[in-house]
């Protein structure tokens, strides 16, 4: 049935149907082929996929990042990490590190964090003499740590249709993308060795200040979301409502959004919400007909066939999802593979928690590797160069996030130490 399921949904992307159809034509493919086809549950299951709580946190995420855009908000972020590292050999790329850091904590999109961060930062390392494919790449992969830090919209999908609590994974998302950020600061020490580009002048206590006093309040949101998620202050939904009217808020303070810019903000954040909600109802049918299908538990008896011990399992698991995200885009490979892996996993004795953060990390890969890479070619579009000369100045940083994914399948205390401190039992 997996194969049925896979072949079908592959047959219809190649031909350039949208992901979103080609789950739902899969689904009913598989259940015309069990012989229960009916038009009721699959309607049943299309709108319970879109009928949640938790999805709601989404399209209020989306709207905080598209203001955030809007609002002049990530100029201030990356003029307060200029003021603080741009004088030194290499600079500009540890600035890019730091507001993309700053970034993935406000927007949980990692397109977003690319386009916004790229389009002021790209042109200025070019103008410094940073090499375009070094920077380009380093801009796209300090993009997806919006994909791991709180608070990620993959990561609510990923607890939607898993059942795994997303408070808990937006925590456990915390160390990991900490750690992701400080290997690519390594990677880029050596990178930098050959191409070190102009730096910035040393900024003054007074100019670090006033870039610092300019962005306050912007840094203000992850510590509330994080500190109000922590004290049970509010739900994942409730932060996104918060989040997105407090980014309004401060935009409006900065008066450097316009009324015009306000709507097509609205506008734009309704467009992609729908695309997202489209995709996780989607997702639903083909949860259901996957579990009926009892996939789960032949993938599961498939895969302990080979090894029960949890970490070479997970080993394999992160292998396989390294494959499936050089393919397939983040979004439809959590929505697709969730309800199948989660199963297996769980058989076995691993945290779901831990297992989520790690298979967010891993798709996350994806989205800086060629062909499907999504977030590579919005660096690649804004520094108007293709697709392999960008890959070679990526491809560093993409082997600093495999390392650290290795790092945490065979040190998992690094992820669960943290969260149950964070987040306790």
Known sequence: MIWTFLGVLF?????????????????????????????????????????????????????????????GISKRIVNLASALVGHIRGGLGYVTIIAGMIFASLSGS???????????????????????DQASGLVASSGILGTVLPPSIPMILLGVVGGVSITKLFMGGIIPGI?????MSIAWFFVSRKNPGEVLPRATKKEIWKAFVGSIWALFLPVIIIVGLRGGVFTPTEAGVVAAVYSLIISLGYREIKLNAIVKTFLESAKTTGVVMFLAASAMVTAYVITVAQVPAEIAASLTSITEHPTVLLLIIMLLLLVVGAVMDLTPAVLIFTPVLLPVVTSVGIDPVYFGILMI???????????????????????????????????PFILVYVIVLILLVLFPGIVTVPLNWLVPE
Do not use: H
């Open 11 to 71: 047959f219809f992307l190649l031909l350039g149907v949208p992901v979103a159809f080609g789950m739902l034509v899969s689904a009913i493919v598989m259940l015309f082929v069990m012989g229960t086809f009916d038009t009721q549950i699959v309607a049943q299951n299309l709108i319970a996929g879109a009928n949640s709580f938790s999805l709601m946190a989404i399209p209020f995420f989306i709207l905080t990042g598209e203001i955030m855009n809007a609002g």
């Open 110 to 132: 990692a397109v977003a964090d690319t386009a916004a961060l790229g389009a002021i930062l790209i042109p200025m390392m070019i103008a410094k003499g940073y090499r375009k």
């Open 179 to 183: 750690i992701m950020a400080i290997g």
């Open 361 to 395: 990390m891993n798709l996350s890969i994806g989205l800086i590797t060629p062909p499907v890479g999504t977030v590579l070619y919005v660096a690649a579009g804004i520094s108007k160069i293709s697709i392999i000369d960008i890959t070679r100045g990526i491809w």
